[in-house]
């Protein structure tokens, strides 16, 4: 009996114990609290700055996205591509928001008769990318992100390869073909 109230004790001692952790890990560094100013006897009201919550978003890029199809069809016709830009909104309590870029992100679809074919989408990958590495540097918003490449065969098959642009232009310019497929590729 008093090795069971011994087992029950330990174990509410180590989640009061965990609990008190997690409060002192979590809570603000007593430097980073920037305390408020004190309320002033006045018929002015004290300005108090806006806080918001800053919540993952993707925003469209419509002009970005326009001028990319048309590179992209220029090559094939019956493939496309998107644009977005990936970062952060600052939700405001009254609803609106301002929006902070922090990469851009590309997709590029294109149909596909035969799954197998590796070299071929090697090879269109090199097209596309030379294409976007060409793009002025102060249309990209933020970092370069990705581009995302998706072979579709129908709506159950497809591949589909992430490039990181950085990786790709420090890494993979001179390859093509089966290489450059296969160094993005996901693992079979």
Known sequence: MKRKRNLVFAIVL??????????TVFAPAPDSITPLP???ESNTEAFIPESCAYVWAYHDAPELTNNLNIDIQAINHNASARVQFFGEDCVYADGRSTFG???TDFYVYSPA???TNEGAFGNWMTQVMSIIVQIPREEIKG???F???WFEKNETEHIIVRVPIQKYMDESQEKTGVQLFRMFSPAP
Do not use: P, R
């Open 14 to 23: 180590s989640i009061a114990a965990g609990i008190l952790t997690l409060q």
């Open 113 to 115: 008769d035969n799954l």
């Open 101 to 103: 870029a922090m990469e």
């Open 38 to 40: 004190a309320a002033k």
């Open 147 to 149: 581009v995302e490449f």
């Open 143 to 145: 970092n370069h992100g």
